[in-house]
């Protein structure tokens, strides 16, 4: 169903979770973290790989190389206001993504969203 979504030169959203989710029909309990150190150290603290998207290679990022985030991604508890805020922003995105799909409010489907630095489970 995602794939017939969208034109041909737009499928590969169907990779993506957000795109792909609201074409669920099964019943569907999302087990996954809001953020962790992988997208803190990519997202927050990383620049995009030379020659991006069309880079050589497989790296997709420079992770952890944006030095006002380097002590944030590896001491959570070292982070300033500014960043909590961040990172608190991307939870409630996330969340709100989740939520206005119409996937996640049909009738035995749930979530269980959690914010861990690292995966130890």
Partial sequence: ACIAAYPADEQWKCN???YTYPHI????????????LFQIECIYA???????PNQNGT???NCNSIS???NCVEHPND????QMVTMNKYITD??????????YNKNGNGAFIHSCHTHCE
């Fill in 16 to 18: 993506f979770a957000q």
């Fill in 25 to 36: 029909k099964a019943p569907f309990f999302a087990v996954n973290s809001a953020y962790d």
């Fill in 46 to 52: 990383g620049q995009v790989a030379p020659g991006f």
């Fill in 59 to 61: 790296a997709n990022d």
């Fill in 68 to 70: 006002p985030w380097q």
């Fill in 79 to 82: 982070c300033n206001s500014t």
């Fill in 94 to 103: 996330f969340k709100a993504d989740m939520q206005s799909a119409g996937t």
